[in-house]
């Protein structure tokens, strides 16, 4: 079986208005649910993608799962899937 991941940024998925009535924690599950779906696009393992950052795999999978992360761990993980285009906005 195959499967065809398509990852959107949250900003794609909803309105401006419809991200407001979030919830930081559902936010932060969001953009969780992001990285992980162009880390497995890149087909890299939280594993690989940990080590090329220099972070532990308890980082990603905590990113992974909407945890909170500090933003000097977030941008070189963006870096490593080619996403700091993410970035764009700011």
Known sequence: MI???YCTTITQKATIME???LTDNMILEKIG???KCMRLEHNISQKE???SVGVAISS???L???ENISL???VPILRALNSLHMLSGF
């Open 3 to 5: 499967v065809i991941m």
């Open 19 to 21: 991200l407001y009535a």
């Open 33 to 35: 649910e992001n990285i």
């Open 49 to 51: 993608l940990a080590g």
């Open 60 to 62: 990603i999978a905590a």
């Open 64 to 66: 992974e799962r909407g």
């Open 72 to 74: 000097k761990t977030l």
